[in-house]
């Protein structure tokens, strides 16, 4: 277990995780559905200090190399994939003859041991149809997934490291 | 033409409903249940927000689809933890 | 309120209550659970979250301001869907686990 005290640099005393308030922000408007100046004042208000008393959860910051990346990253394999690929389930569901499927698990090496990676890369594989990451062995560094329909198991495990892993390694520096 | 598409969506979900309560009686392990239960809520969120247009006054039904939303999900996860561990609470 | 607004909502609203349906019949239908644990936790996601998106255009035009708090309900919603479907398998694997009395054995 790493010191916690040494993760907290002290420029992010007053304001632990600056990301953290503009979410908060952000989701207060939404939640009040508007944009006047009093509810500005009291959502940055709030966002200031929920990260304040969350702080011992949460020690360290994500590192983010490159939000243009993140960004890039969130449009076109993610949400591309999310509307595709559950057009491609809908209808392997709906087909007449369904014991044609294949389902299986598979087996899918980690290469980081970074767990904001892993978490994030369990959950984008889970929000694309076809596939729901079901356990994690951190020791082996090991991701079991259960696919719907795998004809061919080694394709799919590569398509997922080099379609999701690679991006998510480049943009979180591990 | 809005009037027809929500009544076409409404009748969908409710039949989606139906296939789910099969499931929830009929599942023959636990997780189908909670599957089943988890998959309820949220299309009782999406009644809520059919509702929701239909009666365009107020805008009580999406407090209560968003409270269904918070809730469900809480109770999912307590559910599968309590099948885990036999405890919710450690 | 223009018949071009009327029928992107009313696109959206089937839309999503056929994804959402699409979702129930393949949990009726598939044989097994962790086949069935892929209908609901995405296809359903997806339906409620495109019904919310319509929903948010219906009232942004209906009332003139812009209201956008059921973007609320699907980031939400989609954010939440993996991880109760995360929280499925492991329980649906653990009960699996203890039925058999295989407790070391690891699922290939």
């Not at chain 1, 006047?36 to 008393?53: K, N």
């Not at chain 3, 991880?83 to 039925?99: D, E, T, Y």
Request: hydrophobic share 50%; with cysteine.
């Amino acid at each position: 277990m790493p010191d916690l005290k040494k993760r907290i640099a002290p420029e992010y005393r007053w304001l632990p995780h600056p990301l953290m308030t503009l979410t908060l922000l952000i989701i207060w408007l939404l939640l009040m559905n508007t944009i006047s100046f009093a509810h500005i004042l009291l959502g940055t208000f709030l966002g200031t200090i929920i990260p304040w008393f969350t702080n011992r959860f949460w020690p360290e910051r994500p590192q983010i190399s490159n939000p243009v990346l993140l960004l890039r990253f969130f449009f076109s394999p993610f949400l591309f994939d999310i509307i595709v690929a559950n057009i491609t389930v809908v209808r392997l569901m709906l087909q007449p003859d369904i014991s044609k499927l294949t389902p299986g698990f598979i087996q899918i090496p980690l290469d980081t041991d970074d767990p904001m990676v892993i978490s994030i890369l369990a959950s984008v594989i889970s929000l694309t149809p076809g596939t729901v990451s079901s356990e994690v062995y951190l020791k082996e560094r090991l991701l079991i997934v259960h696919s719907i329909d795998v004809p061919d198991p080694e394709a799919a495990v590569q398509t997922i490291k080099t379609r999701y892993e690679k991006p998510l390694k480049e943009i979180f520096l591990c | 033409m809005l009037k027809t598409a929500i009544s076409i969506a409404f009748i969908m979900m409710v039949i989606a409903q139906l296939l789910n309560l099969y499931r929830l009686f009929k599942g023959p392990s636990l997780p189908d249940r909670i599957l089943a239960l988890d998959t309820m809520y949220i299309d009782a969120i999406a009644l809520f927000i059919l509702l929701g247009i239909y009666f365009t006054t107020t805008t009580t039904y999406f407090e209560a689809a968003l409270i269904i939303a918070v809730m469900g999900f809480i109770s999912t996860v307590a559910t599968c933890k309590y099948l885990m561990r036999g405890d919710i609470v450690e | 309120m223009t018949i071009f607004i009327e029928f992107i909502v009313s696109f959206f609203l089937v839309l999503g209550a056929f994804f959402a349906l699409a979702g129930s019949i393949g949990s009726y239908r598939l044989p097994d659970f962790f086949s069935r644990l892929h209908g609901p936790t995405k296809s359903t996601t997806l339906g409620v979250g495109s019904m919310a998106v319509a929903s948010a255009i219906y009232f942004s035009f209906q009332s003139g301001r812009i209201s956008l708090h059921e973007v609320l309900i699907t980031l939400f919603l989609f954010i939440t869907a993996p991880i109760s479907a995360h929280f499925l398998a492991k329980a649906a694997l653990h009960q699996r686990l203890h039925q058999k009395k295989e407790g070391t054995e690891k699922i290939s």
